[in-house]
């Protein structure tokens, strides 16, 4: 047995036995028109006593025994369906399958001509609520809906006495929706919720029952989740939809949210900048220790572990701006590592052998070292100049022989132990010279990786500032 639940719009007043016999005789006449059928069909609904009785549920029958047709007098006189909806949460946005999981309150308006009673008649009532299943519903559904409607059974619809019914149903929506993550985590969506009808072509018209700024300003005000995405606005766009030779009524909204970057910008940005800065700063630990080769391998391993341990917190499809990031911290760290081995070896072969720098090199070494230029570089001590020759080294001198004088066999043997002590000297000094260009030149590359190092953090920073910020 069908429930209703009535309103007044004023209370009636008092009834004695007589007065009430005569409003149960009071009918109320609903007289519709099947234009298929050329005549028009009377039938009436006894709502005297309503008010103190409760509703007869036989009282609607004829009106009920009509739901499967639409409530127009005249076949060829559109329906027409004011809609609007209240997003109350964002529950997910699956990047992987492209889908925005939402909850909505859908909001349907139409009149049923068939329907209307005058309230004085009917002790004061205005509006009644009735089982929805008694009724015909709009087929409305959402074009972009995955999954199966799950609305809740046994709803409720409120028809006035005009003939007007209001209807709102609960809804789980998984809809799809062309997600951009190259911005990642600072990415915006737009995604369109299209409702239309699945039966009814141009019979059927849709219109707004609230305009898109009170839909919006709704929606944001009873968010009821605070978590991974923000409400930013909602648009709306009419469209006609052309399938095989119909036209169906089509209402677009664009939904735009934005994602709360604040989780990932702690747990993924922040540590992985720490572990750059560090890197870039062990380049002023002495090579010569043995100690920078074995810390950078431990720091290369820990960030390997550190992306490995964050990876669920990345999108799983698409190559975001972030990922591109974590790429370029790697191979940086990497170039760090192959150079602090390159001059470790060079160094060591340099102290035992030390080969002859190329000319193009010493040239390069000494444009980037003099005075003005790029790249500092170790101070230098006396006059141990990167163009010094050897005959100009420290403890070096010529000999001395004076003039119409000959040496005699003592003195020969003097000079001749003098010019072997001058060549094992000069050997040693162009053996330090060599040492020293390739310790110059080891200085010159950390110089130059530091200042890479700092050049890609500050980009970094300033990346992250103008992404936040807009």
């Known amino acids: 047995m069908s429930a209703f639940i009535l309103s007044r719009a004023t209370p009636g007043p008092a009834l004695g036995p007589l007065s009430y016999r005569e409003h149960r005789v009071a009918l109320l006449h609903l007289t519709h028109l099947m234009s298929t059928t050329g005549r028009g069909v009377t039938f009436t609904i006894n709502c005297s006593g309503f008010g103190q009785h409760g509703a007869d549920p036989t009282a609607l029958n004829s009106v009920f025994n009509r739901k499967p047709f639409r409530p127009v007098t005249n076949i060829s006189v559109p329906t027409r369906v004011n809609i609007s909806f209240t997003m109350s949460a964002i529950l997910d946005v699956n990047e992987q399958l492209h889908l925005l999981s939402s909850f909505l309150w859908l909001e349907m308006v139409w009149d049923n001509p068939f329907i209307s009673w005058n309230p004085e008649e009917c002790e004061g009532i205005t509006k009644m609520s009735m089982a929805?299943?008694?009724?015909?519903?709009?087929?409305?559904?959402?074009?972009?809906?995955?999954?199966?409607?799950?609305?809740?059974?046994?709803?409720?619809?409120?028809?006035?006495?005009?003939?007007?019914?209001?209807?709102?149903?609960?809804?789980?929506?998984?809809?799809?929706?062309?997600?951009?993550?190259?911005?990642?985590?600072?990415?915006?969506?737009?995604?369109?919720?299209?409702?239309?009808?699945?039966?009814?072509?141009?019979?059927?018209?849709?219109?707004?029952?609230?305009?898109?700024?009170?839909?919006?300003?709704?929606?944001?005000?009873?968010?009821?989740?605070?978590?991974?995405?923000?409400?930013?606005?909602?648009?709306?766009?009419?469209?006609?939809?052309?399938?095989?030779?119909?036209?169906?009524?089509?209402?677009?909204?664009?939904?735009?949210?934005?994602?709360?970057?604040?989780?990932?910008?702690?747990?993924?940005?922040?540590?992985?900048?720490?572990?750059?800065?560090?890197?870039?700063?062990?380049?002023?630990?002495?090579?010569?220790?043995?100690?920078?080769?074995?810390?950078?391998?431990?720091?290369?391993?820990?960030?390997?572990?550190?992306?490995?341990?964050?990876?669920?917190?990345?999108?799983?499809?698409?190559?975001?701006?972030?990922?591109?990031?974590?790429?370029?911290?790697?191979?940086?760290?990497?170039?760090?590592?192959?150079?602090?081995?390159?001059?470790?070896?060079?160094?060591?072969?340099?102290?035992?052998?030390?080969?002859?720098?190329?000319?193009?090199?010493?040239s390069l070494l000494l444009h980037c070292t003099s005075p003005g230029r790029c790249c500092p570089t170790a101070p230098q001590k006396g006059n141990k100049g990167l163009g010094l020759t050897p005959t100009h080294l420290p403890g070096v001198k010529e000999p001395e022989v004076s003039a119409g004088q000959m040496p005699g066999p003592g003195e020969a043997e003097l000079t001749e132990g003098s010019e072997r002590t001058r060549a094992q000297r000069e050997h040693e000094a162009q053996k330090q010279h060599s040492v020293e260009l390739w310790v110059q030149f080891s200085h010159t590359m950390d110089a130059l990786l530091f200042r890479l190092y700092l050049l890609f953090m500050a980009s970094s920073i300033i990346t992250v500032i103008c992404l936040w910020n807009t």
């Not at 951009?180 to 059927?204: A, E, G, H, R, W």
């Not at 009821?224 to 909602?234: A, D, K, N, R, V």
């Not at 052309?242 to 709360?260: E, K, P």
Request: proline fraction near 6%.
């Open 132 to 362: 929805a299943k008694n009724l015909w519903l709009p087929d409305i559904f959402i074009v972009e809906l995955t999954n199966v409607n799950k609305t809740p059974k046994d709803l409720t619809a409120y028809v006035s006495n005009e003939g007007r019914i209001r209807y709102k149903k609960p809804m789980k929506v998984d809809s799809i929706c062309n997600l951009d993550i190259f911005y990642f985590p600072f990415d915006q969506q737009n995604c369109t919720l299209t409702f239309s009808s699945f039966l009814y072509t141009v019979s059927m018209l849709l219109g707004m029952e609230k305009e898109v700024w009170e839909i919006t300003d709704a929606s944001q005000n009873i968010l009821q989740t605070h978590g991974e995405w923000e409400l930013l606005g909602i648009n709306k766009a009419t469209a006609k939809l052309s399938r095989g030779g119909n036209l169906y009524d089509q209402i677009v909204f664009y939904v735009a949210i934005r994602r709360r970057p604040s989780l990932y910008v702690i747990n993924l940005l922040v540590p992985s900048g720490f572990l750059v800065a560090i890197d870039a700063l062990s380049c002023h630990l002495p090579v010569k220790s043995g100690n920078r080769v074995p810390f950078k391998i431990t720091l290369l391993l820990g960030y390997n572990v550190f992306l490995l341990t964050m990876s669920d917190l990345l999108p799983t499809c698409g190559t975001p701006l972030i990922g591109v990031y974590f790429a370029l911290c790697l191979s940086l760290m990497v170039v760090s590592l192959l150079e602090t081995i390159f001059i470790t070896h060079l160094l060591h072969v340099a102290t035992t052998q030390p080969p002859p720098m190329p000319w193009w090199l010493h």
